[in-house]
């Protein structure tokens, strides 16, 4: 059975072109965070890939949220704003920052990583 990753970003092409770099994953997608909170408890992803800025719901009420119900979620967050927001999502419980753009492999590499890591 393949990990499950929840990707969240309100980019519909950038989220495709993330969804097919995870191609080794079941990968669920989620355009903003109110739907990311939903998704993650209907489908208990192994990993969630949190986008930062997005409407609706933003990256760090959401990871607040997830983590509020389940405090061993496993959230990174991926954003191109990382020296702007990236503190903010480190404080909210974000275990880590991956800056866009990244290439396939550093993406795998760091999900790999924290899908490994024992929280």
């Known amino acids: 059975m393949k990990p499950r990753v929840l990707?969240?970003?309100?980019?519909?092409?950038?989220?495709?072109?993330?969804?097919?770099?995870?191609?080794?994953?079941?990968?669920?997608?989620?355009?903003?965070?109110?739907?990311?909170?939903?998704k993650y408890f209907q489908h208990k992803p192994d990993i969630v890939?949190?986008?930062?800025?997005?409407?609706?719901?933003?990256?760090?009420?959401?990871?607040?949220?997830?983590?509020?119900?389940?405090?061993?979620?496993k959230i990174l967050a991926i954003t191109a704003f990382a020296p702007i927001r990236g503190d903010e999502m480190l404080e909210a419980g974000a275990l880590d920052i991956i800056p866009k753009p990244i290439t396939r492999k550093k993406l795998n590499?760091?999900?790999?990583?924290?899908?490994n890591m024992k929280i």
Do not use: C, H, W
């Open 109 to 115: 590499e760091i999900v790999e990583k924290y899908l």
């Open 49 to 73: 890939l949190m986008d930062v800025m997005m409407p609706v719901m933003d990256g760090v009420k959401a990871t607040k949220e997830i983590l509020k119900k389940d405090p061993k979620a």
């Open 7 to 38: 990707l969240v970003d309100d980019d519909d092409l950038l989220r495709g072109i993330l969804a097919s770099m995870l191609s080794d994953y079941e990968v669920i997608e989620a355009e903003n965070g109110k739907a990311a909170v939903e």
